[in-house]
């Protein structure tokens, strides 16, 4: 039996991973912070079939031991500050969490289980300020917030490690992908949460940034399939994992309100407070190189997407809101 060690297990790509590792056969550690009250939500379903391990990503010490421990033949490591907005306020902390985290669990693994397969998250945000059109695997990277940069960090002291000792490492530049599971500060959550809720009559209006932001948008369910390919290779390299395709975030917001029949436009405020202080106006990516090497393919499309992100929100606010029909007489 395969087994895989993964870090940030409870979030959307850790729980879709962990999901499809267990379908597979593989014994799946996961590696949480110790927290008084830590958050299962999106592994619930799969959680007595995790071993879980406490470690923290800052503190080499525990890395160590949840590797000795889990003697895993594959190590994904996905836990980072992901948030880009958060960057900016907090760059200290999203470097120690999203650069520097990377040399501690790359050493963790050479020390302790050296012959063990590595996947490293990196991002399309390297890209930033892009340098060429499509972005590919050797597009220069031109990062424009902090998150950026800890992650190009992040990127190429993977490839350090995998030259200097020859460790089977492997990088996936991963570009947006999304689901029912992300978080609600990402704009593609926000906005599929803020129709569903609007629909319902439980919110008035969505306040947002800049509209014509263009993103290479896919469904992480499908990307965590090209994070094990990687692993699968015989040698190890880094890829680009997108869908080729390019959407606005005013298409985003055109496809989420018409589902439930309502025009976008009749709900939105511009506020100055989400937009970026240096903002990445589009990124598309070229994934080429995964679908010749690896045989990968995206599979649901962008309006798929969306449509299954709003009628997963509507059916959460609906449970979420049966006692307003109680006290108020309206039907949600």
């Known amino acids: 039996m395969k ?85 900016w306020p907090q760059p200290l902390a999203t470097g120690h969490m999203t650069a520097l985290s990377v040399t501690n669990m790359l050493e963790a693994v050479r ?52 030259e200097s000792f020859n460790m089977f490492a492997c990088s996936g530049i991963l570009f947006n992908h999304e689901s029912p599971r992300r978080g609600h500060e990402f704009v593609t959550r926000k906005v599929t949460d803020a129709a569903a809720r609007i ?34 290779q015989d040698e190890p390299d880094d890829y680009v994992i997108s869908t080729g395709e390019m959407h606005s975030v005013r298409d985003l917001l055109e496809i989420a309100f018409s589902h439930v029949g309502l025009d976008y436009r009749d ?16 990124l598309l990516g070229d994934c080429s190189k995964a679908k010749q090497q690896l045989g990968w393919i995206p599979e649901v499309s962008f309006e798929q997407l969306i449509h299954m992100m709003v009628d997963e929100d509507l059916k959460r606010v609906k449970a979420e809101h049966r006692y307003y029909e109680e006290l108020s007489g309206v039907t949600v």
């Open 3 to 87: 087994k895989a060690l993964i870090t940030g297990v409870t979030g959307q790509d850790g729980s879709y991973l962990a999901e499809f590792l267990l379908e597979k056969g593989y014994k799946v550690y996961g590696m949480r912070r110790r927290t008084s009250t830590p958050n299962y939500e999106n592994v619930h379903a799969i959680k007595d079939q995790i071993e879980w391990l406490s470690g923290d990503l800052t503190d080499l010490a525990s890395l160590m031991e949840a590797v000795r421990i889990s003697q895993p033949d594959e190590v994904y490591n996905l836990a980072a500050q992901s948030y880009v907005a958060a960057s």
């Open 111 to 162: 020390m302790m289980k050296p012959d063990a397969k590595y996947y490293q998250a990196s991002s399309s945000e390297m890209f930033g300020k892009v340098q060429e059109t499509p972005q590919k695997e050797t597009t220069s990277f031109y990062p424009r917030s902090p998150y950026g940069v800890a992650k190009v960090y992040g990127h190429w002291i993977t490839v350090n490690y995998r």
């Open 199 to 232: 629909k319902l009559g439980v919110q008035k209006e969505l306040r947002i940034g800049n509209l014509d932001a263009l993103r290479d948008w896919g469904f992480a369910g499908d990307y965590i399939k090209a994070m094990w390919l990687m692993l699968q």
């Open 267 to 282: 709900y939105i405020v511009m506020d100055p407070q989400f937009m970026r202080p240096a903002e990445v106006d589009l």
